[in-house]
Every structure is written in C-alpha cells, then in structure tokens.
C-alpha cells in the first residue's frame, strides 16, 4: 500500500500533522469524517432569509467599506446583492485580506445566520465558502450538492481535506473490503463499507447520508461491544444451583429498618444471577435518595455464608472506602468475619500484612481504592468484586479486573444513568434499578433564584438555624483536583456569609479539597456536631457523610453544573422527617441555561434528570470527565435504544457461538483495540 505522503502527494510537514491526529495510512485518511455539512441543493436569495436560521445565499459584492473602532479593529462591511436586486450586508472584524482578495462585483458563496437589524438583513462573521469572478466555474464546483465541512487540524484547513478526498475519493474501492458479517449487512439494511465511505464524505442526497452515518454508528457500537462483551467468552460455565433464601432472611432480621421492595428485588436478582451458572456481570443503579452499601452488605453476607468465598469491595476515593468499611464492620464485626481497609495511603508494612492474609485466606472481604489495582494484590479465593461509583473507573480497570480473577462483578452508581448510556458503556452488564423512595423521604422544595434573591435569604435561613437547622452553600468545582481559584471562590464566598451574617452568634466554616483528611475529618465532625451552623464548600461535600439535621442547599453559580450533579448535591439534605430545601443560585442571563435549571423544580427523578442532562449537556456530564476520551460515541447512537440492544445482542451472539474466527476481517478490526489485544491473540 502506498505511505501517506505518496497517496495525498503532500509534504513531510502535513504528513507529521496529520500522523499526530491519528491519520497514518490512506485507510485512516478515508476515516477521517466529515464535522457537518453544507447542504448547498437549496441557494437561497435574501427574500428567502429567515432570523437566526443558516442558510446559503449567492450573492454579488456592490460595495466594499472599511472602518477602525474606536478600540482600533477593524472593521470590513460588504454590501451584498442578490440576483433580484435585494439587499444585505456582511460584516466581519479584523479581517483585512478580505479588501485584497474579495473583488467588487465578485459573486460571493456566504453561509451563517443573519439577523435582521434596523430595517435590513446583516451577516455577522459569515463563512465565506467561494469566491469567483466567474460565477459558471465556481457553480459547477459547489452548487447543488451536500458539501462535507471538515474539522481543521492545525495548519490544515478544512477545505485541503475538502479538495484531497475529492481527488482521492475514486480510490475506496482498491482500498477496502467489506469486514462486518453479511448477514448483518442484509437483516439490518446497511450500506456496504464502499458505499458508506462515499456518502459520508460527498452524499448523493439527504437519505443517503442518512444511511451512511446509521452504518457507521452501527458499525461502532458493534465493535465496540464486541471488545466489552469478549470477556464471557473466558467465563466457565457451570451448572445452576439453588439459592438458600433464609440466608438473607436471618440478615435481614439484623436491620433495625424494613428494605423497599425495589431492594429486596434487586437482591433476588443478584443471587439469582449468582447461582446461574454464568459468571454475574450486574450494573445496579439508584437514585442518591438509597443507601447503597446495604444491598452490597447483604449480597457479601451471602456470598461469604454460602460459599465461604473472598470478596473485594471496590472504592474511588479513601474517603468512601473508609465510610464504606465502617458501615459494613457494624454488622460483620458481631459475625466474627474479618474486613480489612487496603488504600494508597496504608502504610506499608501494613499493606503487606493485608496482601499476605489475602493470599493466604485470612480476610474475608477487602474494602480497596483503584490505587492499588496492581499485580501483587493476590487472592486465594475471590469469587464477587462490588465496584461502587463505577463512573469513576475506566474500562480498562474493569477489563483488568474481570480477565485476572473472572470473578462475580456487581457494579454501583448512585448516579442515575440513562438507559441507553448504560447499555452502550456497560455492554457486558445486566442493569438494574432501584426507582423506589423510601418511605420516610420528603420531596426536597427546589427554587431557582437570582443573587440578590440569594441574600435576601439570610432572614430565613438564620430562622431555620435557631431552630436547629443546618446550612449547606457549595461553590462551583470546574475540574476533578481543586484549583486555587475553586478554593478561591469558596473563600470568598466564606467571607461573604460571615459578613451577612455578622453578629447573630452563628458559627461559618469553610471545606474544600486542598485540607488535609484529618482537617476535613474535623470540619465534618464539628458540623455533624452543630457546632458549625453554616458550611461553605466546594464539591467536596459531595462524598461526606449524611448529616440529617442539614436542611437547606444552597448552589451558588449553579449553570456550571449539569442537573445530574446538582441532583447529588441537592440530597445532601432531605435526610430527616424536616421539609427540606435546595436553592440554585445563578447570575447568567442566558434563556437556555436558565430553562435547564428550571428542569429541577420539576423533576425529582434523577433518572429523568439524567436524560435531559444526556440531551443538552453530552454524555460526560453523566459519566464524568475520566471516560470522556474513551467513549468517542455519537449522541445520536447513545440515544438510540433499539440500535443499542440491536448491536449488543448481535455482538453477543458471535462471542456466545465462538463466531469471531469465522469472520477474520472482524477479528482483526476487534484485536487492533490495543488494551484487548492479549486477551484476543
């Protein structure tokens, strides 16, 4: 196959530019997709021009001006004509090469919004797709068809990828064969990949590009659960046995409160999926209203009476693994079973205590953080790894886990994700959801409001102080480790309260991420005490330990956060038989920003917050910014939830019936997902 340099006929430095963005083989070239599209079938005149709506015109320079502001740019004007004589004007700022280049009387191609302002139509910043002083040329190049706009990367701008996959575009044919099963091709109506690659880069029409983009998220989806769903072809298939229910029964005599009904269903699956004969692959979700450690305790109770088998509790942070083992030591302690706390922080003489009683079956279950995912942690006998917050963790950890021991894999949230997230990033899993409110939650009473609203708050919330009552403010956090002007503005809105608030006897105090865990430790227990009546914070709160007589969140900046994570600060509070309430502050003036918040007035569903947040925000708002980089998913695919289980299910049906080495184009596309490299050969 001819290099790159030779197929492009460019030059070293393109070719560097281009290898950087991951395009080294004519092949990568071809994938390299459009960003959007012109659809220039339709050239409107101005008459045709609606507000704010894009639109293609074909037009006529009459007249060209030049003017420097006040502030010295400068400012370029064309008077523009179409060919019923209709008037309009584009406007663009520091762009002085558009005098020399752009001729008077050139017939110019602008797409972008226009706005009608003073009595006539005004571009702003216009695109400037063609410009020719002979108007048959320029027609014949790009009139009448769909035009692909590619991103820019670098030097290299879109119309060089534009120009060279045109010139190229002939070439797919000797390039590719096609590498999906046929009969998928034929059940699913898909477009051939030679057919795909040539409507997803100049379509013939609308419908066809519609059909090419359908392939290639098929074609994603598809390879992509292939390479998550390959571990059941390592799980051994045993004989079913039969699950022993009083187990569970004589545990839940230990609890001083009666489990929902959505808990004790989800448990029954749990076992149920335990005693299959298949290795369990479970996604459990909840609404942040649960406690979720105790469907984790009760599925490891049973796992170790039964089975007498290891299990590791898998956590994000040390600050959970702790709250996690302290919750779970109440009841396995009087059960003479042995827990034991493995961090990145355990000293290490300690830890290797810890990891010889793990080899040599002396500690029952194992609360760990990601941190020590390592080699050397060997068990004797793991049978079930509970991953809590598995938003946190990548594939890659997941995949490591699963292909050293194979064990049972229950995973948590208590962010609820939209259905169809789920199944597109959790492939292998069976989900289940826990959608019912305990019965002593209150609904938590959500206001958006304005900042002078905020401060004339403080009445009532020195009101509900003397009542004994608490008070969370939480400033934004933009990134996952806290910058200085994160801790910056909490500090600032710190002495902002305390001056509020000046003389009335009530104690502030400040939290943020860059305290020590000893310094957090004792804010908390100061505030759980009512020693500290107000606390402002970053995010951090967000993984504290309930404080039932906090009452009122208060979300300061709050259009910086999407609604799944408002929804987790917001049921900080609601944790007693008080009425309970969370006011979103904001300062921005944007209708979209403002509609959104208003979404949490509405809804107390995290589920259906979830999904809005899926539509308006993407998909990293919901799963969090450590998998952004690894799901490179259109949104309209994840929306799709038909192609989702259509996908997942072929997938499953190749990997279930060994079918991979039937199809060795597939096999090859699947093995070349680097990190599942070993486990495919």
Same mark, same amino acid.
């Given at each position: ?49 609606? *507000?704010? &709506? ?47 280049? &752009?001729? %008077?009387?050139? #017939? ?6 226009? %706005? ?11 695109? /400037? ?39 190229? /575009? ?8 096609? #590498? ?57 298939? $045993? ?31 749990? +076992? ?12 459990? $979700? ?99 790894? +509970? &991953?809590? *917050? ?75 102080? $003397? ?10 956090? +933009? *990134? ?13 809105? #710190? ?37 500290? $009546? /107000? ?51 904001? %300062?921005? %003036?944007?209708?979209?920003? #403002? ?16 999904? /809005? ?8 708002? +919901? ?48 093995? *070349? ?9």
């Amino acid at each position: 196959m001819q290099n790159l340099k030779q197929f492009l006929k460019t030059t070293d430095r393109y070719v560097n530019i281009l290898s950087e963005n991951g395009i080294k083989t004519p092949r990568d070239f071809f994938f390299n997709f459009p960003r959007t599209y012109e659809d220039r079938t339709e050239i409107k005149t101005i008459q045709d021009l609606q *507000e704010w &709506v894009k639109a293609v015109v074909k037009v006529k320079i009459v007249e060209k001006t030049f003017t420097q502001t006040k502030t010295w740019k400068k400012l370029i004007e064309f008077k523009l004509e179409d060919e019923k004589q209709n008037i309009a004007y584009a406007n663009f700022m520091n762009m002085a090469h558009l005098l020399r280049n &752009v001729k %008077k009387w050139d #017939y110019v191609l602008l797409s972008w919004k226009a %706005k009608w302002s003073y009595g006539k139509w005004v571009f702003w910043f216009p695109e /400037i797709l063609w410009s020719a002083g002979d108007f048959e040329q320029w027609n014949n190049n790009l009139v009448g068809k769909i035009v692909p706009i590619y991103s820019d990367m670098l030097w290299i701008k879109w119309a060089w990828f534009q120009k060279k996959m045109s010139e190229n /575009i002939s070439k797919i044919d000797e390039l590719f064969e096609e #590498y999906l099963p046929s009969y998928l091709i034929k059940k699913y109506k898909l477009l051939d990949i030679k057919q795909a690659l040539k409507n997803i880069h100049f379509p013939q029409n609308l419908s066809l590009l519609k059909q090419a983009k359908y392939r290639f998220n098929f074609e994603q989806l598809f390879i992509w659960q292939l390479v998550s769903n390959f571990n059941f072809n390592l799980q051994k298939i $045993q004989e079913p046995t039969t699950p022993d229910r009083e187990i569970v029964k004589d545990f839940l005599k230990l609890l001083p409160f009666e489990l929902t009904n959505a808990q004790k269903k989800a448990i029954k699956k749990i +076992i149920d999926d335990i005693h299959s004969g298949k290795v369990m692959r479970r996604l459990l $979700q909840w609404d942040v209203w649960s406690w979720k450690t105790i469907v984790a305790t009760i599925v490891s109770y049973y796992m170790i009476k039964k089975f007498w088998k290891q299990i590791a509790f898998l956590a994000p942070t040390e600050v959970l693994a702790k709250q996690h083992i302290k919750n779970i030591a109440k009841f396995f302690l009087p059960l003479w079973l042995k827990l034991e706390l493995l961090t990145g922080s355990t000293k290490a003489k300690e830890k290797d205590r810890i990891k010889q009683d793990l080899r040599e079956w002396n500690v029952d279950l194992v609360v760990w953080t990601h941190a020590i995912i390592q080699d050397d942690v060997i068990f004797k006998n793991l049978w079930l790894i +509970i &991953v809590d *917050e598995q938003h946190k963790f990548w594939v890659k950890q997941r995949v490591k886990l699963a292909s050293q021991w194979n064990p049972h894999m229950l995973q948590m949230t208590a962010t609820p994700i939209p259905r169809s997230l789920a199944l597109s990033y959790f492939w292998e899993f069976e989900n289940t959801i826990i959608d019912e409110l305990p019965p002593w939650r209150q609904t938590i009473y959500t206001k958006v409001i304005s900042e002078s609203e905020y401060e004339n708050l403080f009445p009532f919330l020195i009101n509900k102080i $003397q009542q004994g009552q608490q008070v969370y403010i939480v400033t934004p956090l +933009i *990134e996952e480790s806290e910058k200085m002007e994160d801790v910056q503005s909490a500090f600032e809105e #710190y002495e902002n309260v305390k001056k509020l608030l000046w003389n009335n006897g009530i104690d502030v105090w400040l939290m943020h991420g860059r305290l020590k865990a000893d310094e957090k430790e004792k804010v908390m227990k100061d505030f759980k005490e009512w020693k500290i $009546q /107000i606390l402002v914070s970053t995010t951090v709160i967000e993984v504290w330990v309930d404080v039932p007589q906090a009452t009122i969140m208060i979300i300061k900046n709050a259009e910086r956060f999407g609604l799944s994570a408002l929804h987790q600060l917001r049921w900080r509070v609601g944790r007693n038989d008080l009425k309970s309430y969370c006011f979103l502050v904001t %300062k921005s %003036k944007s209708w979209e920003s #403002y509609r959104r918040l208003k979404y949490m007035e509405k809804y107390a569903d995290g589920f259906k917050l979830a999904e /809005i947040d899926l539509q308006t925000r993407g998909a990293g708002t +919901i799963l969090g910014t450590a998998q952004s980089g690894e799901m490179d998913l259109p949104e309209e695919a994840l929306k799709d939830i038909q192609l989702l289980e259509n996908t997942r299910n072929e997938a499953r049906y190749i990997l279930e019936n060994n079918l991979l080495d039937k199809y060795p184009k597939l096999k090859k596309l699947v093995s *070349e997902k680097s990190w599942l490299t070993n486990l495919i050969g």
